[in-house]
Structure formats: C-alpha cells, structure tokens
C-alpha cells in the first residue's frame, strides 16, 4: 500500500462477530507466505490440490496486508455507498444487460431472488486497473490506494493460488498465471459490496436466502474475511453451513472457468448468501471482493497436457471446438444474471436457464 500521506476517511462500524453456536464449515488453512519458495510451494499444492477438488475453498493467511491495512480499505469501501449521491450514483450505473459488464454501480432491488422479492445488494466494480474507468469524486482520492490493493490481490494472493492449481495438475506452475495478466484486455473485478437488511416479510418470501445458491463466473475469486457471518457453502455431505470470518483472512474459491480450464478436476463450489445469525441481524454487510476471470481472448478448454488429467480423465461441458472464450462466458452469464425466466425443477430446489446452450443451475 502506499506510504505517503493518507487522505482521511470515516471509519465504517460493522457487527461484532457472533457469538451464536455455529455448525462451520470446514476447509484448509492456507499460509500464502509459504508459497514464496520452491519447498514451501511444494507442501502447500497437495493441500491446495486436494481441498478445490473437496471443497472448492480454502483460507488464505499471511497474505502480506496488516489488519490496520484491511481494516481502512474497509472503510475506503464504504465510500460509494455512504458518501455519492443517487444522482451521482445513476450516472456511474453499469450496464449490465446491455453489455454484459458489471462496471460501476449495480443498484438495490436489480435482480430477482425468489417469490418476487427483489435483492438488497448494492455494489460498485473496477475494472481490476482501477484507472480504466472513471470515478464519483469521492472516491477519487482513494485510487492511488485501490489500486495498489488490486495490484496485491492479483500478485500476491492470486497468482500465489494459481500457481499452487497448476501443481496439483502437474503442470509447469506459471500455466494459469499466463492466462491472468493485469494489463490484458479482461473484466477481472474489485468489487465492493453492501447487503441492507431486509423486512421480515421478504425473509419469510425467499426463505431466508439473500442470493441463491450459485458457482462463480470466472478463475478464482477472493472474498476478504469480515465479522458478518452470511456466506454458507454446500458441503460435499450435501449440506448448507456457514463459513467462519476468520480476522484479516481471505477465503478463496474455484469458479466455473477453472473447473472447466482443469477438466472437471476442481470444482466450482455451490455458495450462497444467507440471513446472518439472530445476533447479527439488522446490520449492513460490507465486502471486498476480488473476481478474476483470464484474460478475454483465452478460450476455456480443459489443460489436456496434465499428466493427472491424461491418468483421471477429463470432465467436458462441451466440445473443445465449442468452448467460449473467458469474455463470451462472462457476458453471457453476467447479462442474464437474475432474471426471473428460469425453469423451475420438479423438486422446487434447483432452477435452471441456458446460458450459451449450457444448463446453469440455481440453489434455493
């Protein structure tokens, strides 16, 4: 982060952490630091390897910030949503059905969750550059310190994992780490994200589910640990448990592109986002949210040359002639992204829509 002087800004108060009995999930701890040195990158990859195929999620720990660090960039977050005006914040709006991009601000009550119930999310996503797009004047002051938080989170943490991934493919390590560069053309995001509480008829509507159960777009995404508890996972027994906020933690994930890159050999991890416990409940949920995906061009077929996929087999969701490209499948999926039209199933818990002739599919 940048060692000169630093503009102030208001401090954001978020929920104490709960004190409710909580049945966690359970996934590895990952020390990033390790990953600086052949030997250390070599203890961590059967680790990484086997929790993505388990679970599709680890922790990340001593990632390089401080607490300090974390907590401001907190509190930077909270900017475009305290501080711009609506005026202001329409004329930063993404245009997300047009063009398939989220850029900008996307505006409470956009997507449909269930019942009619529209969502009680709001956010505000980067290009991961940061100076690629313009900013409300508020937060201009800030880009200097956003984008050297981007930059960390693509270099420290991000290619750290990727290059663990490709490991535990047997593949030469800088394999993913090609297909993600900062400077290619690609919608890679810093996002901020906010969660209003919402009435209790809306809960008893959607059964208490803030955004349904879903697998994310892109490569890997990184979710900063903060004190709200609301993210579960579905557990390969099958059931829904929350994942433990571990303080100035990151929580990684596989998203579709990279179970598709590895043959089906990672998985992209079911998620969703659920009411917070009693103790938490009636409080906003502040995030920062790191979403890469590869670089536009790349075409999302699986790495036939691991010689762990040549011995298990490989897992297609089409033909490889047939695959989109990182950008096709990120527009694609980010333009019909909670829309209502979607096919129920006959057992009322997964809905389904066609996206690029593939069946992408919603937990309720």
Same mark, same amino acid.
């Given at each position: 982060m940048p060692a000169t002087t630093l503009p102030p800004v208001p401090h954001y108060e978020s929920a104490s952490v709960t004190q409710e009995d909580i049945d966690w999930a359970d996934f590895p701890i990952i020390d990033i630091s390790k990953s600086s040195t052949p030997e250390g990158r070599a203890e961590l990859a059967p680790i990484v390897r086997d929790a993505m195929r388990t679970y599709g999620f680890i922790y990340v720990v001593n990632h390089g910030l401080t607490q300090a660090q974390n907590d401001r960039m907190v509190d930077i977050a909270d900017i475009p949503f305290s501080q711009v005006s609506e005026d202001d914040k329409r004329q930063y709006a993404s245009k997300i059905k047009e063009t398939g991009s989220y850029r900008g601000f996307k505006p409470r009550q956009f997507w449909t969750i269930d019942n009619g119930v529209k969502d009680q999310i709001e956010h505000y996503n980067m290009h991961h550059s940061i100076v690629e797009q313009q900013h409300p004047k508020e937060l201009q002051p800030f880009v200097p310190e956003i984008r050297a938080f981007a930059e960390h989170c693509h270099y420290r943490v991000l290619h750290p994992i990727l290059r663990l991934l490709a490991l535990g493919l047997e593949l030469p390590e800088e394999t993913f780490v090609k297909l993600h560069n900062f400077d290619a053309e690609g919608e890679t995001y810093l996002r901020f994200m906010k969660y209003f509480p919402r009435t209790e008829e809306d809960e008893s509507k959607t059964k208490n589910v803030w955004?349904?159960?879903?697998?994310?777009?892109?490569?890997?995404?990184?979710?900063?640990?903060?004190?709200?508890?609301?993210?579960?996972?579905?557990?390969?027994?099958?059931?829904?448990?929350?994942?433990?906020?571990?303080?100035?933690?990151?929580?990684?994930?596989?998203?579709?592109?990279? $179970?598709?890159?590895?043959?089906?050999?990672?998985?992209?991890?079911?998620?969703?986002?659920?009411?917070?416990?009693?103790?938490?409940?009636?409080?906003?949920?502040?995030?920062?949210?790191?979403?890469?995906?590869?670089?536009? $061009?790349?075409?999302?077929?699986?790495?036939?040359?691991?010689?762990?996929?040549?011995?298990?087999?490989?897992?297609?969701?089409?033909?490889?002639?047939?695959?989109?490209?990182?950008?096709?499948?990120?527009?694609?999926?980010?333009?019909?992204?909670?829309?209502?039209?979607?096919?129920?199933?006959?057992?009322?818990?997964?809905?389904?829509?066609?996206?690029?002739g593939l069946v992408v599919k919603h937990y309720n």
């Open positions: 955004m349904k159960g879903h697998t994310d777009i892109g490569t890997i995404s990184l979710l900063w640990c903060q004190p709200v508890t609301a993210l579960q996972i579905m557990s390969p027994d099958g059931k829904w448990r929350y994942v433990k906020q571990i303080p100035n933690a990151i929580i990684a994930n596989v998203g579709d592109s990279m $179970e598709w890159l590895s043959g089906g050999y990672y998985k992209a991890t079911i998620h969703r986002v659920f009411q917070p416990p009693a103790d938490q409940r009636g409080y906003c949920r502040l995030g920062l949210l790191y979403f890469a995906s590869g670089d536009d $061009e790349v075409r999302i077929v699986p790495m036939k040359d691991s010689p762990v996929l040549k011995r298990v087999g490989i897992t297609r969701k089409f033909a490889d002639e047939d695959a989109p490209t990182m950008g096709e499948w990120r527009r694609a999926r980010t333009k019909v992204y909670g829309i209502p039209e979607l096919l129920q199933r006959k057992d009322n818990v997964i809905e389904e829509q066609i996206v690029n």
